[in-house]
Nanobody, 127 residues
Framework: QVQLVESGGGLVQAGGSLRLSCAAS????????MGWFRQAPGKEREFVAA????????YYADSVKGRFTISRDNAKNTVYLEMNSLKPEDTAVYYC????????????????????WGQGTQVTVSS
């Protein structure tokens, strides 16, 4: 069982930056692939970024590529999402998710593959 708690959301002007954190419980955090997703009002939850066990592999949605960076610190059981050059269309509730995977370089994009989810953190970008 893994419990996830996101933090770091808030209100920021367009062009600004935020850093989201997702703290995970459990001693086998390093064996879980992690992902960030977001959901805007009236829209489906969409993939943002994913990272493999060791952090060696990452994958991004085209809409955030070059602006967002996903990383993890397995010693701290935490995954991060650094968001730069934020746009109003980035406004959403951001969720982190975890899934046990093998082999260790696997990244997961499909929202339906993830087993554990956090409660979400609101990100609002004003124009």
């Amino acid at each position: 069982q893994v419990q996830l708690v996101e933090s770091g959301g808030g209100l920021v002007q367009a062009g600004g930056s935020l850093r989201l954190s997702c703290a995970a419980s459990g001693r086998t955090f390093s064996m879980y692939a992690m992902g960030w997703f977001r959901q805007a009002p009236g829209k489906e939850r969409e993939f943002v970024a994913a990272i493999s066990w060791s952090g060696g592999n990452t994958y991004y949605a085209d809409s955030v590529k070059g602006r967002f960076t996903i990383s993890r610190d397995n010693a701290k059981n935490t995954v991060y999402l650094e968001m730069n050059s934020l746009k109003p269309e980035d406004t959403a509730v951001y969720y982190c998710a975890a899934v046990r995977t093998f082999p260790q370089f696997t990244v997961i994009v499909d929202v339906n593959r993830y087993d554990y989810w956090g409660q979400g953190t609101q990100v609002t970008v004003s124009s």
